[in-house]
């Protein structure tokens, strides 16, 4: 365990980051995979890609996004396993609970990351290296020995998120003021949370390679290189200042993907998916108050190797977007979908579908929701409140209750899946519109 000392009462922000999460959640549940390579993949098939990596593994240069086929060249003895989703969010409650035995949690950023706003005494420097550590053996007391993580400490929750980082697995750093330049001066700009490919090309373009170039910037240079309000928070926030801290007011979209199983590689086993990943997509939308103005379908195939270049992978991707009027009910965007199929690619090269995925985009708040002009108010006020009485029955008797007839074919295929931003929380919170009452249901609502 490495600590940044520094003599400061201005740590305001605890940021936990659980290690190799889904991997070390397996390894809690079976003693055989401890101290093994594993791999946490979402079906059997060397098609698909390792969605968590144990440390072990990871020696290999196996990481999340890893292809099968090359995390089993990289490390032939390797353990596969399957994700099970629905533990995976159990086991994040467990950690919530044991969290708060030693304090509040301020948010949830992730299912495997949290935030911890600081108060008081506990804003000392030894105070909140003292409640940390309190924090990660509560974790290993309550919910599992195997679980490690990351904790960061800092003036705002940005840096506390890069403190985090700085030291894995199972590191306690502090980023107190005055070690701040210093510190953040030795990273290298993709360390920062935001800055991916694209970005750092565009720090790039403008001649920003290093840490102490940009932290070097002044506020209208930062503004103009980052690109908008963002440029500025981010010159504050690598000051130290707890500076407009906040999460956007809403998501601005809501997607869902899935490999298919090899049952399932065929137009009609893709078509079905496809219209389950709609379905959870319009819960997840109407669960959240949101409506959507695009809907996106993408398909990728195995193609014959007959049909590509030897040095080319044999593979083809295909997607396409289309605007859709403000909406949330699945009626309407079962149309979108429909309309969408009809213009995927034709021909034997793309008989094979291996995976696909559905997105709703551009999303719109209820408060800044318009009402069509164009579609008859009635049909529109008919059509959402069917979608919330179906959302009400599954809510109260499982997601699959009621379903489009075009998902039949895959109801057993794409169950929920956890992307690490977010939550599944389809059924943790009270549906808009829907009183448990009405449904003899008493409200059991977990706190997240």
């Known amino acids: 365990m490495s600590t940044h000392q520094a003599n400061s009462s201005s740590l305001r922000?605890?940021?936990?980051?659980?290690?190799?999460?889904?991997?070390?959640?397996?390894?809690?549940?079976?003693?055989?995979?401890?101290?093994?390579?594993?791999?946490?993949?979402?079906?059997?098939?060397?098609?698909?890609?390792?969605?968590?990596?144990?440390?072990?593994?990871?020696?290999?240069?196996?990481?999340?996004?890893?292809l099968v086929a090359d995390a089993k060249r990289l490390c032939p003895k390797i353990a596969l396993v399957e994700a099970r989703h629905e533990i995976y969010v159990e086991y994040h409650h467990k950690i919530i609970r044991a969290?708060?035995?030693?304090?509040?949690?301020?948010?949830?950023?992730?299912?495997?990351?949290?935030?911890?706003?600081?108060?008081?005494?506990?804003?000392?420097?030894?105070n909140a290296l003292d409640l940390a550590r309190a924090i990660k053996?509560?974790?290993?007391?309550?919910?599992?020995?195997?679980?490690?993580?990351?904790?960061g400490l800092a003036p705002n929750r940005y840096l506390a998120k890069i403190a985090s980082d700085m030291d894995k697995p199972d590191g306690l750093v502090a980023l107190a003021p005055d070690v701040l330049a210093a510190a953040l001066s030795r990273l290298q700009l993709r360390d920062l949370p935001g800055v991916g490919a694209r970005m750092e090309r565009r720090l790039h373009q403008h001649h920003i390679h290093t840490m102490p170039q940009l932290l070097s910037l002044s506020r209208e240079h930062m503004n103009r290189a980052w690109g908008g309000i963002n440029g500025e928070?981010?010159?504050?926030?690598?000051?130290?200042?707890?500076?407009?801290?906040?999460?956007?007011?809403?998501?601005?979209s809501v997607s869902h993907s899935h490999v298919l199983p090899p049952e399932l590689r065929t137009v009609e086993g893709a078509r079905a998916v496809a219209h389950k990943l709609l379905h959870k997509a319009a819960l997840r939308l109407r669960t959240a108050g949101l409506w959507a103005?695009?809907?996106?379908?993408?398909?990728?195939?195995?193609?014959?190797?007959?049909?590509?270049?030897?040095h080319s992978s044999?593979?083809?991707?295909?997607?396409?977007?289309?605007?859709v009027i403000e909406c949330q009910d699945t009626q309407t965007l079962i149309e979108a979908l429909i309309n969408l199929w009809n213009l995927r690619p034709q021909g034997p090269a793309y008989q094979r579908p291996f995976h696909v995925g559905v997105w709703l985009g551009d999303l719109v708040p209820n408060h800044l929701h318009t009402l069509s002009l164009f579609s008859h108010l009635e049909t529109e006020s008919h059509r959402t409140r069917l979608s919330v009485t179906m959302d009400a029955l599954n809510h109260k008797y499982g997601l699959d209750t009621?379903?489009?007839?075009?998902?039949?074919?895959?109801k057993a295929a794409a169950p929920t899946r956890i992307a690490f931003t977010a939550i599944p929380d389809l059924f943790e919170h009270e549906i808009p519109g829907v009183n448990d009452r009405d449904l003899n249901n008493p409200s059991s609502q977990s706190r997240l």
């Open 293 to 310: 103005t695009n809907v996106s379908l993408s398909l990728r195939y195995l193609v014959p190797r007959s049909s590509t270049p030897s």
């Open 99 to 126: 969290v708060e035995k030693c304090a509040p949690i301020s948010s949830v950023q992730s299912i495997d990351e949290m935030a911890v706003n600081l108060m008081g005494r506990e804003q000392s420097l030894l």
């Open 314 to 323: 044999p593979r083809a991707a295909w997607s396409h977007t289309v605007s």
């Open 137 to 151: 053996q509560s974790i290993r007391d309550r919910v599992g020995h195997t679980l490690r993580c990351s904790v």
């Open 402 to 410: 009621l379903m489009p007839g075009g998902m039949l074919l895959a």
């Open 233 to 252: 928070r981010l010159w504050h926030w690598l000051r130290g200042e707890d500076f407009n801290d906040s999460s956007p007011d809403h998501p601005k």
């Open 13 to 66: 922000w605890l940021f936990l980051d659980l290690n190799s999460y889904f991997a070390s959640i397996e390894q809690q549940l079976r003693p055989e995979l401890r101290n093994r390579p594993i791999a946490v993949v979402p079906v059997m098939a060397d098609t698909t890609c390792a969605i968590a990596a144990s440390y072990e593994a990871k020696a290999f240069g196996v990481k999340t996004g890893t």
